[in-house]
């Protein structure tokens, strides 16, 4: 009998122990990996260091290096023009989709795994298939000239000042679709019962989507930005692929820009000072979003 | 109603074509390139089916191609993205599982508090991570190796994989764990007699989401594994982009057609629990 | 079976709210402890710390004479039904019940022989091998009370079983709980929010409000004798009527002045008049439930007072018709034979069965007679 008890104390603190134990070491990971590190990101950034890293501290010459270089306000400008068209065409497209699809369509399953599937391909695979489909000499505009458009050109993937704009192009080709299946989510969420009521009082098809079912989306609407706006600032592998930041530096984004200096040019303190930039931005763009996020779920 | 307006109903149809046709193109025209000849390329259009189907591109991207200084094609590359994506998708996940297992039925003082703070990693750009982890993972030996690709993606993926599971724990009813303890299971014995076996859909779209989240990557790829070991994302962007000699469109597109496989493959097969993956992470995420 | 004591038990978050407020209440082996009251007043909170699954701020909770407070929920020798029924959902119904056993590495053959018995007591043989996806709301309940007998525990803990079950199957296994626990002897306690059931499954009743237990006692004694306003409006139903009223004097008699449209009258209380002299003059709370205000046939009194009121609404509800009257300026509910009741509008006169009565102090709520 106080066999089985002290058997029994000993599962007892197993079991007050255990939890904790076991989340251990994801918590130790993410201490080391994620605030040590933006931590010691954060160092280097005031540092001189260069191609090797050095501790000493600097002051703020890493980040005045970055604000007098040209490149680095490129790919803020990019990055503005960028993020600006591909959140607001995402949201065009995903919305107007979502509500055309909300009409019981016919093959609605076949048609959203189209419009879907971009999601499930690397942001390289996105990018060389724009690349080629952009191609100025073979690509599409080939294809328009070929149908008797001989003036027609379409070369905004070597325009200087239009290449961001093929980035736009594939990032809503890619994202697009996602954008789609929330919204879809969303409105078949809505309860049955208020469309109904909104009939009854005489509401026509557009109206109760612009009244009523539009407007209870804003929870998801707000999903839906942060998503995008995370996309967005951390977009390196589509740029990549796709421009490659070029022609020149016309379609840099920070992102590029960090690694670049960081890895290729030997330019620790730089690449370090432009990720603390970024990090700064997505807590400036993400914080707002996500208190306008719970509070705007709260009130629905 | 739209059901009654034959016209308007045409139009949402059309619409909706319209959008399928803008979705598919890339692939259409992928998949054709990647069959015609380089001078069926030149000459003929792009959206023309190949004069002859020819599978010499395929073989040549599989095996052949230069991607840098190497002209293996790309066999090696999935292999290594294939090593890499396994073992850091399954370790991901099993920690994912048992760690929302604990944050959501054996909640303990300060455990919401911890939560939120692993739920951060969702969210930083990864870029302020990069210049310690390259240290770090020189310092440990495993840069430049698969190994060091498999703990980065374990270490940043678990963030996500424990918001999946602990948003799937939340919705069972802690009596279901009460019960079980009153039953005189306890920690493991209730995990695993009672919740594991339950939790067969969520385990479905969170392998699915880490597969597709860490075979797409190319950023940490191009940082922390050059040459031998890099991933095949990184592998086709160089491929991609090298600049000499002729460039071959059709071994492009067969190359990226072959980097995209898996993902596809699982997108086609368990397309439902992807849509799932990626709502579920979007609701809370 | 056993005992059980809760002696002084508070439970404090963490956050500094108080649940539970110090509790005392003890029962003895093969009692029906049941504990009632509104949502939020600590009843599941108590339910769970006899169970073990909540710590104890302070106090003592002692099974059978053995204190507890630092035991595990399987070390207590308990066993206990949810209300949302926690069947394991990947387990048949067999594995279900047994699973306790299991644990407890019981040999093969008494738990098969337990599965048995206990299956065929709740008459559920022929669900034995489906899983609780496939069962009905009732069988699920039926399934959750097997898993605890299974366990023949010391104590048996009831946590809204009957919650989740439509109105008719509800009455159904009240009754099946009720003669269980008359054949097996058991000691049981069993939270509900429901006074019907708190009233007819319970040899004691607990009843609770913001962390304090209000009464303790059986449970004709609580619904004839209730301690306060809250536990009088909260047993009983309809439930009683209360009339603000004042306390006057009229030769040797202490009444209440109750009044209509028509005039008023005073009902002479045949209370203790030392308690009342206290409160002539002043305003106090007259509670009088509603069978207590009936026809003269229903009554068959002699002696009692009676009232001409008029009625403003009728409920019949089969045996009895229920009329409200307006007293006081309160809507007032009088339970009357069906026969006897009068239309809206009409006037009635009604028996006023003052025995019963019941005043409260307005500003402390507690009872005065």
């Not at chain 1, 690397?122 to 060389?128: A, E, M, Q």
């Not at chain 3, 929920?73 to 019940?97: C, G, H, W």
Request: charged share 15%.
């Amino acid at each position: 009998m106080s066999g089985s008890s002290s058997q029994g104390s000993l599962h007892a603190l197993a079991d007050r122990w255990l939890p904790k134990l076991v989340l251990s070491p994801t918590l130790a990971a993410s201490l080391i990996f994620v605030y040590g590190f933006i931590a010691w990101t954060g160092w280097l950034s005031f540092t001189e260091s260069r191609l090797m890293p050095r501790y000493e501290w600097a002051g703020f010459v890493q980040y005045q290096a970055l604000f007098e270089n040209e490149r680095w306000w490129t790919t803020a400008a990019n990055l503005g023009i960028f993020g600006g068209l591909f959140i607001l065409f995402c949201l065009l497209v995903g919305l107007l989709m979502a509500v055309l699809l909300d009409q019981k369509i016919r093959a609605e399953g076949a048609l959203r795994t189209v419009y879907l599937y971009p999601m499930a391909l690397s942001f390289v695979v996105t990018g060389t298939a724009w690349k080629w489909m952009l191609n100025p000499d073979m690509g599409l505009q080939k294809v328009v000239v070929d149908l008797g458009f001989t003036d027609f050109t379409f070369d905004w993937l070597v325009n200087p000042d239009m290449a961001i704009y093929t980035v736009v192009i594939a990032g809503v080709w890619q994202s697009s679709g996602f954008v789609m299946a929330l919204f879809l989510a969303g409105l078949r969420g809505i309860d049955d019962s208020i469309i109904k009521a909104a009939q009854v009082d005489g509401a026509s098809l557009p109206t109760i989507y612009r009244r009523i079912l539009i407007p209870s989306l804003r929870p998801v609407f707000f999903s839906v930005l942060l998503i995008l706006s995370h996309i967005a600032i951390k977009s390196f592998d589509l740029v990549m692929a796709l421009t490659g930041g070029g022609p020149g530096n016309s379609s840099d984004v920070p992102a590029i820009f960090m690694y670049q200096f960081a890895f290729t040019r030997g330019q620790l303190g730089v690449g370090a000072a432009s990720a603390m930039m970024m990090l700064i931005t997505i807590v400036a763009v993400l914080v707002p979003l996500m208190y306008m996020e719970t509070r705007s779920a709260k009130r629905v | 109603m739209f059901k009654n307006l034959t016209v308007g109903r045409a139009l949402v149809y059309a619409a909706l074509l319209l959008m399928a046709i803008y979705y598919l193109l890339p692939l259409y025209v992928m998949l054709t390139t990647s069959f015609k000849s380089l001078d069926d390329i030149r000459e003929g259009n792009m959206l023309a089916l190949p004069q002859l189907w020819q599978g010499g591109a395929w073989s040549k991207a599989w095996a052949e191609a230069c991607t840098g200084v190497e002209c293996n094609g790309m066999q090696g590359f999935f292999w290594n993205s294939i090593k890499m994506t396994l073992p850091a998708v399954a370790i991901s996940t099993l920690l994912g599982a048992v760690n929302g297992y604990v944050v959501s039925m054996w909640r303990f003082k300060g455990s919401d508090a911890l939560f939120t703070m692993l739920l951060v990693g969702c969210f930083i750009p990864f870029q302020v991570v990069l210049l310690p982890m390259a240290q770090l993972l020189g310092l440990l030996g495993l840069a430049n190796t698969t190994a060091g690709l498999v703990l980065v993606h374990v270490v940043y993926g678990t963030a996500f994989t424990t918001l999946f599971f602990r948003n799937f724990y939340i919705t069972v009813p802690d009596e279901l764990v009460k019960a079980a303890r009153i039953d005189g299971a306890g920690f493991w014995t209730i995990f695993l007699r009672i919740l594991l076996p339950i939790s067969g859909p969520i385990f479905v779209v969170c392998i699915i989401w880490q597969f597709t989240q860490i075979w797409n990557d190319f950023l940490f790829g191009v940082v922390f594994a050059a040459g031998e070991s890099q991933p095949i994302t990184v592998a086709l962007n160089n491929l991609v982009n090298t600049s000499t000699g002729v460039k071959e469109y059709n071994v492009d597109m067969a190359a990226a057609i072959i980097a995209a496989l898996p993902t596809l493959f699982v997108y086609m097969v368990a397309g439902r629990y992807f849509v799932r993956g990626l709502t579920a992470g979007a609701v809370k995420g | 079976m056993a005992a059980l004591s809760i002696n002084n038990v508070c439970k404090t978050y963490a956050n500094g709210t108080d649940v539970l407020k110090g509790i005392n209440i003890a029962i003895g082996d093969g009692e029906f402890l049941i504990l009632v009251g509104p949502s939020g007043c600590g009843k599941s909170t108590l339910l769970n710390m006899i169970a073990g699954l909540d710590d104890i701020s302070s106090g003592d909770i002692a099974i059978g004479n053995k204190r507890v407070n630092e035991l595990s929920p399987k070390d207590r020798d308990i066993a206990m039904v949810f209300q949302s029924y926690a069947l394991y959902p990947s387990m048949t119904v067999r594995e279900n019940i047994s699973f306790g056993l299991e644990i407890r590495k019981t040999p093969r053959a008494e738990i098969d022989a337990t599965v048995k018995r206990v299956a065929e007591m709740l008459q559920i043989t022929h669900l034995l091998e489906r899983k609780p996806g496939q069962m009905s709301g009732g069988q699920r309940q039926r399934v959750a009370m097997g898993r605890a007998l299974a366990r023949n525990p010391a104590i048996f803990l009831f946590d809204e079983p009957l919650s989740n079950l439509d109105a008719k199957l509800r009455v159904e296994m009240r009754t099946e709980i009720k003669l269980m626990h008359q054949r097996l002897k058991s000691t049981i306690v069993y939270v509900t929010h429901d006074q019907i059931e708190a009233m007819t499954l319970g040899d004691k009743i607990a009843v609770m409000k913001d962390g304090i237990v209000q009464q303790f006692g059986s449970p004709q004694d609580i619904y004839d004798n209730p301690a306060n306003l809250f536990v009088a409006g909260f047993i009983g139903s309809p439930s009683m009527n209360f009339i603000p009223a004042t306390v006057v004097q009229s030769g040797s008699d202490i009444g209440v002045k109750i009044c209509d449209d028509n005039g008023c009258v005073v009902l002479p209380l045949p209370h203790d008049k030392a308690k009342l002299a206290a409160f002539v003059g002043k305003e106090v709370i007259f509670g009088i439930r509603p069978e207590q205000i009936t026809d003269a046939r229903t009554a068959h009194r002699d002696g009692l007072p009676v009232m001409a009121c008029h009625i403003d609404v009728i409920e019949p509800t089969g045996p009895d018709t229920l009329v409200f009257v307006s007293l006081n300026n309160t809507k007032v509910c009088c339970r009357t034979h069906p026969t006897e009741a009068k239309y809206p509008g009409e006037s009635m006169e009604l028996v006023f069965d003052v025995s019963k009565a019941v005043l409260f102090d307005p500003a402390t709520e507690a009872r005065i007679v």
